[in-house]
């Protein structure tokens, strides 16, 4: 267990709720605006959260266009673009944005991360996600994802060369000595001369070192594959999990693996997803969720399961009736059986499913007063549960102000949450290794 939860603030434009953009609070106008990024980054800050957080796809959504009329997102600032901004423009707080490792090459991550490094300081992370839509497939020369094993295969190679990358400069290589004439020492220049099944990648990488050793690694797949690959190079784990149970069950399995690849469990923090609505009463809280819901499309509702379950098309059955049998899809698989796992147990509908799902999309929602999601969240940090969590505000800025000013002082009075930035580093406040350089 870490010693103070760790808190990711996972930004989503109006908010993780599929409505909150029909919600009468949020600004209709902030979804393009860097103001209403940088302002979340901001409440983020104020509550002290380790890092905020930039999801990303490559592709316009797959969904019919009769559903899709009514979502918002179908247009995105690109991650890595506007974390460059929100770079330049805070001080403390840690940014993380995604990239693919199916449509982009180790090189030029491996430079843009480390340039973001040196523009924020020492506070970036790099989610590394092997992507799961077709759609994205079709942007870069492909007519269908390539299957999910060999994407886990390329994401390995991926990660190891883009860390090879980043170890180019040995300690004290920029010498920059004016009165000699000698600018770097090529003694201390590691040459990586990578050929294997998917790059041919020679280096050294012509940017400059990471202020904290390298950017900070996120992962967030949840499958065999997924979780190998975390296991081996992931500082910090984003993930879905519906109860304490599933999530201790994760914790462990994860964390177990990581032995095998000489690393201690405390290197690799783990941060589920978590949907907070404050109310001052619980009978606030729980008409707050309930007033959202109201605001759910049925298409939408449908095209979301259909997203989830790779393109399998409920429409046809009784929504009312039980969940049919779910081909293995070739996107995300842990998600998809997460979902059929919750109908199943808790025997939903197909409906109730996906009123589920455009609430919490498979995370934790947790309606309550202050002192409720703070004794949930407590319960899941000293139960082996979660290293701390994904803060996925339903609506924004609204429900993220909430959790700042009322859970965030609740966990600090009770010793669970720092207080302040003790160290300059993301990588130094998760308390995760500094690899040494060679
Ligand atoms: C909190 C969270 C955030 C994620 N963000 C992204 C993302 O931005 N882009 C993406 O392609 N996948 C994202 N994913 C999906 C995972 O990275 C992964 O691709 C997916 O779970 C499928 O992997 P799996 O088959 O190993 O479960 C996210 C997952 C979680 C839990």
Known sequence: MSEYMHLGAFLHGFGHHQAAWRHPSTNIDSEFSFEHYLKLTQIAERGCFDLVFLADSAGFRDWDLEALRRMPRVAVIEPITLLAALAVSTKNIGLVATASTTYNEPYTIARMFASLDILSGGRIGWNLVTSTSESEAMNYHLTQQIAHGSRYERAAEFAAVVDGLWQSWGKDAFLRDKASGLYFDPEKLNTLNHKGEHFSVRGPLNAPPSPQGKPVIVQAGSSEDGKALAARTADVVF????????????????????????????????????????????????????????????????????????????????????????????????????????????????????????????FLPLVGTATDIADAMEQWFTQGAADGFNIMAPVMPRDLEAFVDHVVPELQRRGLMQRVYSDKTLRGRLGVPVPVAA
């Open 239 to 362: 993930t879905a999990q519906p109860n304490l149970a599933a999530a201790q069950a994760f914790y462990n399995d994860l964390k177990g693996r990581m032995n095998a690849f000489d690393r201690a469990p405390s290197a690799l923090k783990i941060l589920p997803g978590m949907l907070p609505i404050v109310g001052e009463t619980r009978e606030e809280a729980q008409s707050l969720f309930d007033e959202m819901q109201t605001l759910v499309h049925q298409d939408i509702g449908l095209a979301q399961l259909k997203d989830l379950f790779g393109g399998f098309d409920l429409s046809s059955y009784d929504l009312d009736g039980p969940l049919p049998p779910i081909p293995e899809t070739n996107g995300g698989k842990s998600r998809q059986q997460l979902l059929i796992d919750m109908a199943h147990r808790e025997n939903l509908s197909i409906r109730q499913l996906y009123q589920r799902t455009t609430a919490a999309r498979g």
